[in-house]
T-cell receptor
Framework: AQSVTQLDSHVSVSEGTPVLLRCNYSSSYSPSLFWYVQHPNKGLQLLLKYTSAATLVKGINGFEAEFKKSETSFHLTKPSAHMSDAAEYFCVVNTNAGKSTFGDGTTLTVKP | SAVISQKPSRDICQRGTSLTIQCQVDSQVTMMFWYRQQPGQSLTLIATANQGSEATYESGFVIDKFPISRPNLTFSTLTVSNMSPEDSSIYLC?????????FGPGTRLTVL
């Protein structure tokens, strides 16, 4: 069985400040982990993925995430938020070929 | 990567009717997946569709309500049958390639 917990349903930051979106996972096997972003009325876009290679994963738009097995975490970070980062972010775990389990999502608000 | 298109992009339907959603992928894939995203919620897997065999449904979803076709390796359809307002959601098609899951733009369904 696999599950994902996004620890914050809403995160609000000021433009130019760091972003931290937290994700913990549970999996019986070595997982693949992903972060997706969904802008309002838009489709899902892959930000980054971890598939058992380097534990620090760099994605698009300056985002990165670190896989910490001991903490079963895969938190998403960005050094400096931009207004265009405002969106819904989903942490996803996949250990069963394509059957992904989504977290409940975190809404990121960026204040000017 | 995979490029996925869906038709229709959105629709408004009357209760009791059915809607068939089409999903087209730009490459051949073994498995295709259908997800539902209810308003303000995360994504839930409905079923997995393999070419040439019956779809496999997740708990809470049944074939009579969500019949799926998979006639070839690049195409699938999902029908939402005998619709009620509770079926109002975004329905997304997905494929997995090179350990990454890609999503279509979604079909936004409103049932009156």
């Amino acid at each position: 069985a696999q599950s994902v917990t996004q620890l914050d349903s809403h995160v609000s930051v000021s433009e130019g400040t760091p972003v931290l979106l937290r994700c913990n996972y549970s999996s019986s096997y070595s997982p693949s982990l992903f972060w997706y972003v969904q802008h309002p009325n838009k489709g899902l876009q892959l930000l980054l993925k971890y598939t058992s290679a380097a534990t620090l994963v760099k994605g698009i738009n300056g985002f990165e995430a670190e896989f910490k097995k001991s903490e079963t975490s895969f938190h998403l970070t960005k050094p400096s938020a931009h207004m265009s980062d405002a969106a819904e972010y989903f942490c996803v775990v996949n250990t069963n070929a394509g059957k992904s389990t989504f977290g409940d999502g975190t809404t990121l608000t960026v204040k000017p | 990567s995979a490029v996925i298109s869906q038709k229709p992009s959105r629709d408004i339907c009357q209760r009791g009717t059915s809607l068939t959603i089409q999903c087209q992928v730009d490459s051949q894939v073994t498995m295709m997946f259908w997800y539902r995203q209810q308003p303000g919620q995360s994504l839930t897997l409905i079923a997995t569709a393999n070419q040439g065999s019956e779809a496999t449904y997740e708990s809470g979803f049944v074939i009579d309500k969500f019949p799926i076709s998979r006639p070839n390796l690049t195409f699938s359809t999902l029908t939402v049958s005998n619709m009620s307002p509770e079926d109002s959601s975004i329905y997304l098609c997905s494929v997995e390639t090179l350990d990454t899951q890609y999503f279509g733009p979604g079909t936004r369904l409103t049932v009156l």
